[in-house]
């Protein structure tokens, strides 16, 4: 059975950072895309970032792009999301989830997603 399980959600005020963590088990992790996405609702789920099994590059969408990091540590089975910067507009539910796919488009595209997490909260002050 496979389970993503994130950490490391919390409040903080804007301009401050925090560290995601998403453990993974019951999959070769190696093998797979690892990608971030957030939904803040009434908003639609939003593509974070995806570091692809290869890795070789990152994906990032341009409302985080030189603000987030995403890493990963395959002996650990981990996935890592280093948010900097933080605005309260980046408030959201944040879900990591894993492809097997590798492209960039296909890692950017939700539905390209085999497996999910359960979501860890970030909320930003002002």
């Known amino acids: 059975q496979v389970q993503l399980v994130e950490s490391g959600g919390g409040l903080v005020q804007a301009g401050g950072s925090l560290r995601l963590s998403c453990a993974a088990s019951g999959l070769a992790f190696s093998t797979y895309t690892m990608g971030w996405f957030r939904q803040a609702p009434p908003k639609e789920r939003e593509f974070v970032a995806a570091i692809p099994w290869t890795g070789k590059g990152t994906y990032y969408g341009d409302s985080v792009k030189g603000r987030f990091t995403i890493s990963r540590d395959n002996a650990k089975n981990t996935v890592f999301l280093q948010m900097n910067g933080l605005k309260p507009e980046d408030t959201a539910d944040y879900y990591c989830?894993?492809?097997?796919?590798?492209?960039?488009?296909?890692?950017?595209?939700?539905?390209?997603?085999?497996?999910w997490g359960q979501g860890t909260q970030v909320t930003v002050s002002s």
């Open positions: 989830a894993a492809t097997s796919y590798y492209s960039e488009g296909a890692a950017r595209q939700q539905d390209r997603y085999d497996f």
